[in-house]
């Protein structure tokens, strides 16, 4: 009986040393996953705040690029209005002009004070014709000054109202991309 005392004994002592074992076992595995569970929420609150940086870094450059292209497109804007006022300035003065042209032409010319020579005196009747001719050739003159200023009007008045050509935004590579 005491030799089975003694195997039992060696047997239960083997059995508190091997539970003793399965113990410092699973406590150095809770400790390992606890550290690997701490490991993972360390590394998912640094993605997160590099995503965060990400976004608000690319929100900034959204604005800037959205401010950069509303200043612009307002300086476009200005350009294209002085560019029109002065146009239409332009065709104005010139449209002033040939309406002076065309009174003058219009008005009776003032004779001359010079005295006139024997000869001159003697083909007295033949003035109408030249002077009709005179008249004629001051009215078309006025006619095509009166035309080129309409059709610098009219280009002037269509150059203003045509849109200017929009330009496709240009993409910009990521970084870390290729």
């Given at each position: 009986?005491?030799?089975?005392?003694?195997?039992?004994?060696?047997?239960?002592?083997?059995?508190g040393v091997a539970k003793d074992k399965a113990q410092e076992v699973g406590?150095?595995?809770?400790?390992?996953?606890?550290?690997?569970?701490?490991?993972?929420?360390?590394?998912?609150?640094?993605?997160?705040?590099?995503?965060?940086?990400?976004?608000?870094?690319?929100?900034?450059?959204?604005?800037?690029?959205?401010?950069?292209?509303?200043?612009?497109?307002?300086?476009?804007?200005?350009?294209?209005?002085?560019?029109?006022?002065?146009?239409?300035?332009?065709?104005?003065?010139?449209?002033?002009?040939?309406?002076?042209?065309?009174?003058?032409?219009?008005?009776?010319k003032k004779s001359a004070a010079t005295r006139k020579t024997g000869a001159?005196?003697?083909?007295?009747?033949?003035?109408?014709?030249?002077?009709?001719?005179?008249?004629?050739?001051?009215?078309?003159?006025?006619?095509?000054?009166?035309?080129?200023?309409?059709?610098?009007?009219?280009?002037?008045?269509?150059?203003?109202?045509?849109?200017?050509?929009?330009?496709?935004?240009?993409?910009?590579?990521?970084?870390g991309r290729a």
């Amino acid at each position: 009986m005491s030799e089975e005392n003694g195997w039992l004994t060696k047997i239960g002592d083997a059995m508190g040393v091997a539970k003793d074992k399965a113990q410092e076992v699973g406590a150095s595995i809770v400790r390992k996953t606890e550290v690997a569970a701490s490991d993972a929420k360390r590394e998912a609150a640094k993605a997160r705040t590099v995503v965060g940086k990400k976004t608000r870094a690319a929100r900034a450059s959204v604005k800037r690029k959205t401010k950069a292209a509303e200043a612009g497109a307002k300086k476009a804007y200005g350009q294209a209005k002085r560019s029109v006022e002065r146009k239409v300035k332009a065709a104005a003065t010139g449209a002033k002009r040939a309406a002076g042209k065309v009174e003058r032409a219009m008005s009776p010319k003032k004779s001359a004070a010079t005295r006139k020579t024997g000869a001159a005196k003697k083909v007295g009747g033949r003035k109408s014709t030249p002077a009709r001719s005179a008249v004629n050739k001051n009215v078309a003159k006025v006619r095509t000054v009166a035309r080129k200023a309409g059709a610098a009007l009219s280009r002037a008045a269509k150059r203003a109202v045509k849109k200017p050509a929009r330009k496709p935004a240009k993409r910009t590579k990521r970084k870390g991309r290729a």
